[in-house]
């Protein structure tokens, strides 16, 4: 004890804005002299350093505002949350339905399609024992189609090794295929009550707000730092309502780009409200600008029948149909070059019918944009067997057509072509 000093040591905070006078000791104490000189520095730092007075605190100095965080979102999540079907189950199956329909889509877009799927395939028996076309038609329009075929693949899995019961901890939830850390931790949580945080986009933009972790969230390093910190916030009594409720946060609160910061429960804690920095956290490098591509797609038709073809690996929208298609680098494709493919497919043009006029279509995919033009081509005679094997092409009417898993960009077009 220094003289005149009224409690240990250890007991005084190194604190000079909760420290009183009384606690610091005499005036010419090293502990004074220590504190001053923070301060001093701390001060001078906030008028004419400012770029280094916002660099994020170490997480070790945060940690206190720990039990505070979530405690904050706890208390708000009951209040706010949307009433959404997968939030009143514990089963896995219909969980992981969800997450998996859920990733890079939005709810709106998602729900109907989850409701499609638990009315169609109530069970995993089910969804294993459907045919993969079926799946993917089920799936058409939600785009990022190996999910649909993962998911059918997983369920078959699920059914041949687990006799048809999910693994119920987040590390046998990892040897699924198709399910990384976010979609384990969230079946493992949600279904089964196991203490492991979810990272998600919005779960990533809270915690880099509320924390000011400056770290790039597009590149991989940073996942580790995130996740210790998140799993150093779930609290082992709710860890599922713990996760929904950051989750839901981070999607209705604290958006990407007008978080409501007015009304926000954890605005006094918030490094990025308290610094101005609420639009530029998260810090995210922007993704390569996408190429273009140009499909030319020649709809050869023979009365009713329509030919299309399954597409095969290595490409966009495996497994799915459409018509006999062209790739060029330009836009055009010359007629002359047209009637060429037909021919080479084993087609002869029609001369009986009218011109239909040619139909173009945008598609924008996350990393390509395909502009698509469709050449209507009325044919003379069906296609030879031999020119089927050798294109691949198959016929369907227009009925049988409308069920097969297509891309969106296809169905659209059919959709327009019978108007
Ligand atoms: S204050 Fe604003 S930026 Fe911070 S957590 Fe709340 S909504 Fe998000």
Redesign the pocket.
């Known amino acids: 004890m220094y003289a005149g000093q009224k409690v240990p040591i250890q007991n005084v905070s190194p604190c000079p804005v909760s420290c009183s006078l009384e606690n610091w000791g005499h005036k010419g104490s090293p502990l004074f002299w220590f504190c001053n000189t923070f301060y001093t520095i701390r001060l001078a730092s906030h008028f004419f350093f400012k770029p280094l007075y916002i660099k994020p605190l170490p997480l070790s100095v945060l940690a206190p505002a720990h039990p505070y965080f979530a405690q904050a979102l706890l208390e708000w999540y009951p209040r706010h949350r949307r009433d959404l079907p997968w939030r009143h189950t514990r089963d896995p199956y219909a969980i992981w339905l969800s997450e998996v329909i859920l990733q890079q889509t939005r709810v709106k877009q998602g729900l109907p399609y989850y409701l499609d799927f638990v009315t169609t395939y109530p069970t995993v028996h089910d969804l294993a024992a459907a045919a993969e076309d079926e799946v993917l038609r089920h799936w058409q329009g939600l785009g990022y189609y190996s999910r649909a075929r993962n998911m059918h693949h997983t369920a078959q899995q699920v059914v041949r090794e687990y006799d048809g019961l999910f693994p119920n901890t987040y590390h046998d939830l990892l040897k699924l295929r198709g399910v990384g850390q976010y979609t384990a931790a969230a079946i493992a949580s949600f279904a089964f009550g196991e203490k492991v945080a979810v990272l998600d986009g919005n779960v990533y933009r809270?915690l880099s707000?509320?924390f000011g972790i400056t770290s790039d969230i597009a590149a991989p390093a940073p996942r580790k730092e995130f996740q210790a910190l998140a799993d150093t916030l779930i609290p082992a009594a709710a860890p599922d309502e713990f996760n929904q409720a950051i989750m839901e946060f981070g999607a209705i609160?604290?958006t990407p780009l007008k978080?409501?910061?007015l009304f926000?429960?954890?605005?006094s804690q918030?490094y990025?409200?308290q610094h101005g920095m609420?639009q530029e956290l998260p810090v995210k490098s922007k993704a390569k600008a996408g190429r273009t591509r140009y499909f030319h797609y020649l709809v050869l038709r023979y009365g009713d029948t329509l030919y299309l073809k399954k597409r095969g690996p290595k490409d966009i929208w495996q497994g799915l149909y459409d018509f006999a298609l062209t790739e060029t680098d330009a836009a055009e494709l010359p007629a002359a070059e047209l009637v060429d493919i037909v021919a080479a497919l084993g087609g002869q043009l029609t001369t009986n019918r009218a011109e239909e006029p040619v139909v173009s279509l945008r598609h924008v995919l996350s990393h390509q944009k395909v502009e698509a033009r469709f050449y209507p081509v009325w044919l003379e005679h069906p296609l030879s067997s031999q020119a089927l094997a050798a294109s691949g092409l198959a016929p369907f009417t227009l009925e049988q057509a409308h069920k097969l898993p297509k891309p969106i960009l296809i169905a659209n077009y059919i959709d327009k072509s019978q108007k």
């Open positions: 809270v707000r509320v609160q604290c978080p409501d910061c926000c429960p954890l605005q918030c990025a409200f609420v």
